[in-house]
């Protein structure tokens, strides 16, 4: 995500990256928290951006695009839009609904970071996938999609159209099941899942901030 947070700070907007609770430290920390704590951080910056700018813009990857749709679901007042790129609305897998209580036999599984198509691009990511997580995820992606229609804010939406982590077709069920006005989406045919660090980053990077700069182009400069 740094790479997009710089282009966004290069393009004049004020910008906030968090580290998210059980993320930068080992699977088996990330394996004790739970989705409301990963929330709590970002609604922790949704709060103190919004008291210092008009406009607050929340964007992610994957995950980070579902926690970037609750807090428009949440903060409908507080959030006027969202960049998403590939985000999550469930997960793809049939152990899923399973997880909490495999998580207790099996406490992890192969790490499915990287789905990257460029050459030589890794993802910094744990060595191990920690089930409890999947569960966390699971609930969080259902609770998120259950409300999309809570979603109404102007939506710039970047979707790889083979990935192999998060299915396209969760883009188009945003599409579909949200109430924004506004959505502008952006195909990209030569990245996977892992958008930021593969081909189409730059192109990604650009036509979000440019987004943003229509969506805000008679006020202040948001904070993204």
């Not at 968090?18 to 922790?44: F, N, V, Y």
């Not at 699971?138 to 710039?156: A, C, E, M, N």
């Not at 195909?187 to 930021?196: L, N």
Request: overall charge negative; glycine content about 4%; aromatic content about 8%.
């Amino acid at each position: 995500m740094r790479a997009w947070a710089e282009h966004f700070l290069d393009a004049g907007f004020a910008v906030s990256l968090p580290l998210l609770s059980g993320h930068g430290t080992t699977w088996q920390e990330m394996a004790k928290t739970k989705w409301s704590h990963w929330a709590r951080d970002i609604d922790h910056e949704v709060r103190d951006s919004a008291r210092r700018h008009r406009n607050v813009a929340v964007c992610g990857l994957s995950m980070g695009g579902t926690l970037s749709l609750l807090m428009a679901q949440q903060h409908p007042q507080r959030v006027s839009a969202l960049c998403l790129a590939n985000p999550a609305l469930g997960v793809p897998s049939r152990i899923a609904p399973l997880a909490k209580t495999l998580s207790k036999v099996v406490p992890s599984l192969s790490a499915i970071g990287s789905d990257i198509a460029q050459p030589g691009v890794s993802e910094e990511c744990y060595e191990r996938l920690p089930v409890a997580s999947v569960a966390q995820l699971y609930d969080l992606t259902g609770k998120v999609k259950r409300d999309l229609h809570k979603v109404s804010q102007p939506i710039f939406l970047a979707t790889s159209t083979a990935d192999h982590v998060v299915p396209p077709k969760h883009s188009d069920w945003l599409v579909e099941e949200s109430s924004s006005l506004e959505i502008e989406r952006f195909t990209m045919e030569r990245s996977y899942h892992v958008a930021t660090l593969d081909y189409d980053a730059e192109e990604l990077f650009r036509r979000s901030s440019d987004f943003l700069r229509g969506v805000f182009s008679d006020d202040p400069p948001a904070d993204a």
